[in-house]
């Protein structure tokens, strides 16, 4: 399993943007670029929601209804580091903010928490005026 950081979050008003990075560590054999990499969130007595994700490659990407046209997703494979840009940010955006990595080679993209081995701790973002 990989070490996941996020980082990134923050208090924000309403409106604001913020941007969430999630920098890999702990490769063995597989190149960073061989995972792909979902973005999450849970807000306090909320299920775990699936709100993004890119996969190895970059051959599919995703995003939940609830922030399609707002986020976009990337990543720096040299960097080993995946991003979430968030734009008109909404009060319903709080929550604590997760990457996950799936095992390696998995080529498509998934909102599924089932889908992934590997967690971050988490960044708490905060919308609020």
């Known amino acids: 399993q990989l070490q996941l950081v996020e980082s990134g979050g923050g208090l924000v008003q309403p409106g604001g943007s913020l941007r969430l990075s999630c920098v890999a560590s702990?490769?063995?054999?597989?190149?960073?670029?061989?995972?792909?990499i979902g973005w999450f969130r849970q807000a306090p007595g909320k299920e775990r929601e699936g709100i993004s994700c890119?996969?190895?490659?970059?051959?599919?990407?995703n995003f939940a209804d609830s922030v399609k046209g707002r986020f976009t997703i990337s990543r720096d494979d040299a960097k080993n580091t995946a991003y979430l840009q968030m734009n008109s940010l909404k009060p319903e955006d709080t929550a604590i903010y997760y990457c996950?990595?799936?095992?390696?080679?998995?080529?498509?993209?998934?909102?599924?928490?089932?889908?992934?081995?590997?967690w971050g701790q988490g960044t708490q973002v905060t919308v609020s005026s």
């Open positions: 890119i996969s190895s490659g970059d051959a599919d990407i």
């Open positions: 996950a990595a799936s095992p390696p080679f998995q080529y498509y993209c998934s909102g599924y928490t089932s889908s992934y081995e590997s």
């Open positions: 702990g490769f063995t054999l597989e190149a960073y670029s061989s995972y792909s």
